[in-house]
Structure formats: C-alpha cells, structure tokens
C-alpha cells in the first residue's frame, strides 16, 4: 500500500506556500552548537517567587505577567553578571523549585568550565550548569502520494492496541495529559476544540503560535476527536490537553525540531503549576541536572512521565532513563527497562488540514500516555510503576481488554 498525507480542503502546494511564506531568522535564537556552548543556567533562591509583576521580553524568550520575575530578583540576577563578567540573556522563575533560573552568556574569553568553577564560589548560586539542548525523536518520511480519504482501519497503533474496545470503558476523561513538543495546529477539523490550553515557553521565530508537525503529530495520536467523520480517532480523546511549545523546528516547516534546558524546565514547570497527570516527553538529550530535579518532583507528587527512547544510533537517553520515567520504544528488544508501543508508520495530524504517516519513538510515547489516561480515567490511584507493570514490555501485547466492562461515562 502506498502511503501518503490526506487532505481535507488544502492540497500539497498549499502547504508548501504556507511554509514558503513564513520563513523565521534562526540563526538569532541561539540554537546553534556555538551559541548554546557560550551560554549557562544559573538558579539561585527567590524571594519573590509567584509575585505578579510586568512582563519582559529578553533574547527571544517570551516572559508573561502571571510568571515575572520580583526586582529583587532580577537585581540579583543582574549583580550577579556584573560578578562574574556575564552577560544577562533571560530570566524567569521555577515556581515549583523556588528558585529563579537565569540563563548568562560567556561576555569574555574565558571558558565555560571556568565560569561554571567561579560560580560555585558564589554563596548567592543555587546551582550552575551548561545550557543542554534536545532533539525530538522523529524520522522523517520518504514522499508519499495521495489517497481520497483517511480511515480508521489505517491507525496500526489503533488496532493494535485495541483502542476501540477500551474505549467502551474509558476515554482519557478527568485526567490532564501535557505535551512539551513543538506548537500544535490547533485548527485542524480533528484538533479543534481538543487542546485545552497553550503556552509558548521557546524562543519565538514567526508566529510564536503557529501549528508545527512534530507537535501537531504527537497530539493527533493522542486527541483526535473521534466519531466526527474525517480523520482518525485519539487514543485518550477526552483527555484534557495542556500544549507546552518547548521546541522549534530545525527549519521552516520540518519535522525535525530541537529544544533546550532552558525551555523544557520552564515548560515542565507549568505542567507541575496545572497539576498534570501524564506528561509526554517525545525528545532526548543529555542528563541535565534542573531537569531532573523537576521530574523528579513530578514522579515524586505521581504524576506520570513518558518518555521517548532513542535508538541504538541515536545519542542521548535523557530523560528516559530517570528512574520511574516510562521510557517508550517502537520496537522492545528485550530490555526490560523500555516499554515496546506502536511508532512505525503512524497515520496521525500534520498541520494545514493534513495527515501523513510518521515513525520514531516520539510517536510511541504518545501510544503508551494515551493508553495511561485510560488507565487512570479507571484507577486514579496507580502510579507510574502500576502502569508500567500493567503494559509490560510490549504495550500492544498486554491485556488491556481485561478492564472493567463498564463505566458510567467514558
């Protein structure tokens, strides 16, 4: 069978002319290699942590109101790279570790290590450490031409995982999944209405809000509105979704995006402040040490992370290989640390009205957090390692069917 991406009313040069047309600089972002090595996370005590202050705007990195930063704070902040012959770049508070994080560039010739080494010193830092970045964990598709319609029948991880017969008994309702990815078309006829809350915490090239197909696909998987006769159906479709655009696309309309530590701690934040059940985490990079402090505060307060896991030639591993992370894998290989879920041609949302079909471990962890809300929606009370006892190493081979039967309103 060929495979291809669906449209509903745009064709493929549509598509092309609306990324063609909105071509962002991001050479400023700093998310190259250079740029992310001259700069580091500084985190020290805040005072004023949760007051409510005006917003800024530094390097690209949106601030907002309900999350500023008190004076005291940005005047230590600013005290502190005059110390050190830094450059301030941005700021913002991590309300759930209290503590204000800080992100500097190196402002002179001196290295990174003996940066970081200087500040230690400094009784006024919390922690230091290098800016890390992360990639999502996509393979991009070979062309594909056209069908006439999208069915159900085509969703492999769908069938697989007998997601029409659990959906007698439960659909995702009550729990509240986040998704740090790129931005999510929320336009799309079988997104519209299903993402609940957005927040843009990455730097802002173009249209700060714009849908992007990373995200956009990992929302599909999970929240397509079902049984509206278009496209395909979510795994958890009454779930409520909080949309945390933590990363960007690697170029104008692709597929590939990366992220950083910067981003990801305050988009994890955010979900920790919205009471998350489920967080989706479909990207890898380096162990970074305010991340792992902020899911460790997650798995600690049971919320349950998911996590995509690279492959053999893929680096990388964070966060997926946190102890109580779910680390998800299109493929088990035997690794009892990994849960296997379907993640090879996917037929799930792209932006512009349209479907195509994805692979990668970014698209088996949304598999296993969809099926994790169904499981909660039924047992609130289990934890991350019941449901990963529950999937076993292969999420398609458990038996899920064995749930109760019944349930008031799925």
């Known amino acids: 069978m060929n495979r291809s991406r669906f449209t509903l009313a745009l064709g493929l040069l549509l598509i092309l002319a609306a990324c063609a047309g ?138 697989s995982l007998h997601i029409a017969e659990l959906h007698k008994v439960a659909t995702g309702r009550g729990t509240r999944i986040a998704v740090i990815d790129t931005g999510i078309d929320t336009e799309h006829p079988d997104l519209k209405g299903q993402i609940q809350y957005s927040e843009n915490t990455a730097p802002t090239p173009g249209n700060r809000y714009a849908g992007e197909f990373h995200g956009t696909a990992v929302a599909g998987i999970l929240s397509a509105h079902p049984d509206n006769g278009i496209g395909i159906a979510g795994i958890a479709p009454h779930a409520e979704i909080l949309a945390f655009r933590a990363c960007w696309p690697e170029a104008p309309g692709a597929l590939a995006a990366h992220c950083n530590s910067f981003t990801l701690a305050l988009a994890l934040n955010q979900a920790l402040r ?57 493929e088990q290989n035997g690794d009892p640390r990994l849960v296997g879920a379907p993640g090879r041609d996917i037929l799930t949302t792209v932006p512009h009205q349209a479907y195509d079909f994805m692979s990668g471990s970014s698209f088996a962890a949304p598999h296993v957090a969809g099926v994790a809300a169904l499981l909660l929606q039924l047992h609130p009370e289990w934890s991350a390692a019941e449901i990963k006892r529950r999937l076993g190493n292969n999420a398609a081979t458990a038996n899920l069917l064995e749930l109760p039967t019944a349930l008031t309103n799925p």
């Not at 230091?128 to 996509?138: D, E, K, N």
């Not at 990207?283 to 798995?299: N, V, Y």
């Open 22 to 159: 909105n071509t962002p600089d991001l050479s400023q972002l700093g998310d190259s290699q250079t740029a992310e090595e001259r700069r580091l996370l500084v985190t020290f005590v805040d005072r004023g942590i949760n007051r409510v202050l005006a917003a800024n705007v530094l390097d690209d990195y949106s601030s907002r109101s309900r999350y500023d930063n008190s004076d005291w704070s940005e005047r230590q902040a600013y005290d502190m790279a005059a110390r050190h012959h830094l450059e301030f770049v941005a700021q913002w508070p991590v309300t759930e570790l209290g503590v204000s994080c800080v992100v500097y560039r190196l402002a002179d010739s001196r290295t990174l290590e003996e940066t970081i080494r200087s500040l230690q010193q400094d009784r006024e830092v919390e922690s230091v450490q290098p800016m890390h970045s992360y990639r999502v964990l996509a393979e991009t598709p070979p062309a594909t031409q056209g069908y006439s319609d999208p069915y159900l029948h085509l969703q492999a991880g769908f069938q």
């Open 274 to 330: 919205m009471g998350s059940n489920i967080i989706n985490l479909s990207l890898s990079g380096p162990e970074d040490p305010l991340l792992q402090r902020l899911i460790g505060k997650a798995l600690a307060q049971g919320t349950v992370v998911v996590a995509a896991a690279p492959g053999s030639e893929q680096s990388g591993g964070f966060p997926a290989n946190m102890e109580g992370v779910i680390a998800v894998s299109p």
